[in-house]
T-cell receptor, first 112, second 114 residues
Framework: AQSVTQLGSHVSVSEGALVLLRCNYS??????LFWYVQYPNQGLQLLLK??????LVKGINGFEAEFKKSETSFHLTKPSAHMSDAAEYFC??????????FGSGTRLLVRP | EPEVTQTPSHQVTQMGQEVILRCVPI?????FYWYRQILGQKVEFLVS????????KSEIFDDQFSVERPDGSNFTLKIRSTKLEDSAMYFC????????????FGPGTRLTVL
Protein backbone atom coordinates (compact mmCIF):
# COMPACT_ATOMS: atom_id res chain seq x y z
CA ALA A 1 0.00 0.00 0.00
CA GLN A 2 1.13 3.49 -0.72
CA SER A 3 2.19 5.78 2.11
CA VAL A 4 3.80 9.15 2.63
CA THR A 5 6.15 10.31 5.35
CA GLN A 6 6.89 13.96 5.97
CA LEU A 7 9.88 14.53 8.21
CA GLY A 8 9.42 17.45 10.56
CA SER A 9 6.00 18.56 11.71
CA HIS A 10 7.34 22.11 12.01
CA VAL A 11 10.03 23.87 10.02
CA SER A 12 11.16 27.39 10.85
CA VAL A 13 13.22 29.54 8.48
CA SER A 14 14.19 33.16 8.26
CA GLU A 15 12.73 35.33 5.54
CA GLY A 16 14.98 35.02 2.48
CA ALA A 17 16.38 31.64 3.51
CA LEU A 18 16.07 28.36 1.65
CA VAL A 19 12.94 26.34 2.30
CA LEU A 20 13.29 22.54 2.30
CA LEU A 21 10.32 20.37 3.21
CA ARG A 22 10.92 16.64 3.09
CA CYS A 23 8.65 13.97 1.72
CA ASN A 24 9.32 10.28 1.25
CA TYR A 25 6.84 7.93 -0.31
CA SER A 26 6.19 4.27 -0.58
CA UNK A 27 4.57 2.97 -3.72
CA UNK A 28 4.52 -0.31 -5.58
CA UNK A 29 3.82 1.41 -8.88
CA UNK A 30 5.25 4.53 -10.52
CA UNK A 31 3.68 7.21 -8.39
CA UNK A 32 1.83 10.39 -9.03
CA LEU A 33 2.97 12.78 -6.33
CA PHE A 34 1.52 16.08 -5.19
CA TRP A 35 2.29 18.96 -2.87
CA TYR A 36 -0.63 20.91 -1.50
CA VAL A 37 -0.55 24.03 0.67
CA GLN A 38 -3.13 24.99 3.27
CA TYR A 39 -3.23 28.58 4.43
CA PRO A 40 -5.01 29.31 7.72
CA ASN A 41 -8.75 28.74 7.51
CA GLN A 42 -8.55 27.78 3.85
CA GLY A 43 -8.74 24.61 1.79
CA LEU A 44 -5.96 22.70 0.09
CA GLN A 45 -4.36 24.36 -2.89
CA LEU A 46 -2.20 22.47 -5.36
CA LEU A 47 1.40 23.68 -5.44
CA LEU A 48 2.77 21.18 -7.94
CA LYS A 49 2.56 17.59 -9.08
CA UNK A 50 4.79 14.90 -10.53
CA UNK A 51 3.25 12.74 -13.23
CA UNK A 52 6.30 10.85 -14.60
CA UNK A 53 7.43 13.52 -17.03
CA UNK A 54 10.31 15.75 -15.88
CA UNK A 55 11.78 14.82 -12.51
CA LEU A 56 12.17 18.46 -11.52
CA VAL A 57 8.73 19.98 -11.20
CA LYS A 58 8.08 23.67 -10.92
CA GLY A 59 5.00 24.93 -9.16
CA ILE A 60 3.35 28.12 -8.10
CA ASN A 61 4.86 30.81 -5.87
CA GLY A 62 8.44 29.83 -6.73
CA PHE A 63 8.28 26.32 -5.28
CA GLU A 64 9.75 23.29 -6.96
CA ALA A 65 10.20 19.63 -6.13
CA GLU A 66 12.49 16.92 -7.41
CA PHE A 67 11.40 13.32 -7.84
CA LYS A 68 14.19 10.93 -6.89
CA LYS A 69 13.21 7.35 -7.48
CA SER A 70 16.35 5.91 -5.91
CA GLU A 71 15.63 7.76 -2.68
CA THR A 72 11.81 7.48 -2.94
CA SER A 73 11.72 11.19 -2.20
CA PHE A 74 9.85 14.22 -3.46
CA HIS A 75 11.22 17.10 -1.39
CA LEU A 76 9.80 20.59 -1.80
CA THR A 77 12.13 23.58 -2.04
CA LYS A 78 12.05 27.31 -2.50
CA PRO A 79 15.26 29.35 -2.78
CA SER A 80 14.06 32.31 -0.73
CA ALA A 81 11.27 32.21 1.82
CA HIS A 82 8.69 34.96 2.02
CA MET A 83 6.48 35.77 4.96
CA SER A 84 3.46 34.83 2.87
CA ASP A 85 4.78 31.25 2.57
CA ALA A 86 3.83 30.55 6.17
CA ALA A 87 1.30 27.74 5.92
CA GLU A 88 0.93 24.00 6.26
CA TYR A 89 2.27 21.86 3.44
CA PHE A 90 1.04 18.39 2.59
CA CYS A 91 2.71 15.81 0.40
CA UNK A 92 0.42 13.21 -1.15
CA UNK A 93 0.66 10.14 -3.35
CA UNK A 94 -2.15 8.89 -5.52
CA UNK A 95 -2.84 5.24 -4.94
CA UNK A 96 -3.95 2.61 -7.43
CA UNK A 97 -7.61 3.50 -6.92
CA UNK A 98 -6.91 7.21 -7.52
CA UNK A 99 -7.46 8.43 -3.99
CA UNK A 100 -4.85 10.67 -2.39
CA UNK A 101 -2.82 9.39 0.53
CA PHE A 102 -1.54 12.35 2.52
CA GLY A 103 1.42 12.82 4.77
CA SER A 104 0.93 14.29 8.20
CA GLY A 105 1.86 17.77 7.04
CA THR A 106 4.64 20.23 7.80
CA ARG A 107 3.91 23.64 9.23
CA LEU A 108 6.28 26.24 7.80
CA LEU A 109 7.06 29.24 10.01
CA VAL A 110 8.86 32.20 8.44
CA ARG A 111 10.71 34.51 10.82
CA PRO A 112 11.18 38.16 9.88
CA GLU B 1 -11.10 30.55 -12.28
CA PRO B 2 -13.56 27.76 -11.44
CA GLU B 3 -13.44 26.50 -7.89
CA VAL B 4 -15.06 23.98 -5.61
CA THR B 5 -17.40 25.54 -3.09
CA GLN B 6 -18.71 24.12 0.16
CA THR B 7 -21.51 25.09 2.53
CA PRO B 8 -21.77 25.72 5.36
CA SER B 9 -18.28 26.80 6.41
CA HIS B 10 -19.07 25.84 10.00
CA GLN B 11 -21.66 23.45 11.35
CA VAL B 12 -22.35 22.79 15.01
CA THR B 13 -24.65 19.92 15.88
CA GLN B 14 -25.69 17.77 18.80
CA MET B 15 -24.59 14.16 19.01
CA GLY B 16 -27.09 11.89 17.32
CA GLN B 17 -28.34 14.53 14.91
CA GLU B 18 -28.16 14.25 11.13
CA VAL B 19 -26.05 16.67 9.15
CA ILE B 20 -25.72 17.29 5.45
CA LEU B 21 -22.60 18.88 4.09
CA ARG B 22 -22.90 20.39 0.65
CA CYS B 23 -20.42 20.81 -2.15
CA VAL B 24 -20.57 22.26 -5.62
CA PRO B 25 -17.78 20.69 -7.68
CA ILE B 26 -16.22 22.31 -10.71
CA UNK B 27 -18.78 22.07 -13.48
CA UNK B 28 -17.02 19.87 -16.05
CA UNK B 29 -15.51 17.49 -13.52
CA UNK B 30 -16.61 13.88 -13.40
CA UNK B 31 -15.02 12.51 -10.23
CA PHE B 32 -15.93 13.63 -6.76
CA TYR B 33 -14.38 12.96 -3.37
CA TRP B 34 -14.83 13.59 0.31
CA TYR B 35 -11.87 13.76 2.68
CA ARG B 36 -11.72 14.74 6.30
CA GLN B 37 -9.12 16.12 8.67
CA ILE B 38 -9.52 15.62 12.39
CA LEU B 39 -7.78 18.43 14.25
CA GLY B 40 -4.06 17.77 14.37
CA GLN B 41 -4.24 14.68 12.19
CA LYS B 42 -3.72 13.75 8.56
CA VAL B 43 -6.14 14.48 5.78
CA GLU B 44 -7.83 11.13 5.16
CA PHE B 45 -9.93 9.80 2.31
CA LEU B 46 -13.57 8.99 2.90
CA VAL B 47 -15.21 8.23 -0.43
CA SER B 48 -14.99 8.69 -4.18
CA UNK B 49 -17.95 8.99 -6.52
CA UNK B 50 -18.31 8.63 -10.27
CA UNK B 51 -21.20 8.15 -12.63
CA UNK B 52 -23.70 8.41 -9.79
CA UNK B 53 -22.24 5.68 -7.69
CA UNK B 54 -19.55 5.16 -5.10
CA UNK B 55 -16.24 4.10 -6.63
CA UNK B 56 -14.45 3.43 -3.40
CA LYS B 57 -14.93 4.07 0.29
CA SER B 58 -12.65 3.87 3.27
CA GLU B 59 -13.16 1.96 6.49
CA ILE B 60 -14.29 5.22 8.08
CA PHE B 61 -17.20 5.48 5.65
CA ASP B 62 -19.60 3.19 7.48
CA ASP B 63 -23.38 2.94 7.31
CA GLN B 64 -23.73 6.30 9.07
CA PHE B 65 -22.36 8.03 6.00
CA SER B 66 -23.91 8.45 2.58
CA VAL B 67 -23.22 10.56 -0.50
CA GLU B 68 -25.51 11.80 -3.19
CA ARG B 69 -25.47 13.90 -6.30
CA PRO B 70 -29.08 15.06 -6.22
CA ASP B 71 -28.84 17.25 -9.29
CA GLY B 72 -26.31 18.26 -11.89
CA SER B 73 -24.34 20.54 -9.61
CA ASN B 74 -24.43 19.51 -5.96
CA PHE B 75 -22.58 16.70 -4.19
CA THR B 76 -23.60 16.00 -0.60
CA LEU B 77 -22.25 14.07 2.35
CA LYS B 78 -24.81 12.99 4.94
CA ILE B 79 -23.98 11.75 8.40
CA ARG B 80 -27.11 10.15 9.80
CA SER B 81 -26.37 10.09 13.52
CA THR B 82 -23.35 12.16 14.39
CA LYS B 83 -20.83 11.08 17.01
CA LEU B 84 -18.33 13.16 18.92
CA GLU B 85 -15.52 11.63 16.88
CA ASP B 86 -17.09 12.92 13.65
CA SER B 87 -15.89 16.40 14.59
CA ALA B 88 -13.46 17.34 11.84
CA MET B 89 -12.90 19.50 8.79
CA TYR B 90 -14.57 17.90 5.79
CA PHE B 91 -13.17 18.64 2.36
CA CYS B 92 -14.87 18.05 -0.94
CA UNK B 93 -12.74 17.62 -4.05
CA UNK B 94 -13.37 17.10 -7.74
CA UNK B 95 -11.28 16.17 -10.75
CA UNK B 96 -11.92 16.01 -14.49
CA UNK B 97 -10.48 12.53 -14.73
CA UNK B 98 -8.26 10.18 -12.80
CA UNK B 99 -4.62 9.20 -12.89
CA UNK B 100 -2.54 12.34 -13.16
CA UNK B 101 -5.51 14.72 -13.07
CA UNK B 102 -5.44 17.14 -10.18
CA UNK B 103 -8.03 16.92 -7.45
CA UNK B 104 -9.27 20.42 -6.66
CA PHE B 105 -10.31 20.95 -3.08
CA GLY B 106 -12.98 23.16 -1.59
CA PRO B 107 -12.40 25.35 1.47
CA GLY B 108 -13.92 22.77 3.81
CA THR B 109 -16.74 22.57 6.33
CA ARG B 110 -15.77 22.50 9.96
CA LEU B 111 -18.14 20.14 11.76
CA THR B 112 -18.35 20.30 15.54
CA VAL B 113 -20.37 17.63 17.31
CA LEU B 114 -21.32 18.47 20.89
Amino acid sequence: AQSVTQLGSHVSVSEGALVLLRCNYSSSVPPYLFWYVQYPNQGLQLLLKYTSAATLVKGINGFEAEFKKSETSFHLTKPSAHMSDAAEYFCAVEDSSYKLIFGSGTRLLVRP
Amino acid sequence: EPEVTQTPSHQVTQMGQEVILRCVPISNHLYFYWYRQILGQKVEFLVSFYNNEISEKSEIFDDQFSVERPDGSNFTLKIRSTKLEDSAMYFCASSPGQGSDTQYFGPGTRLTVL
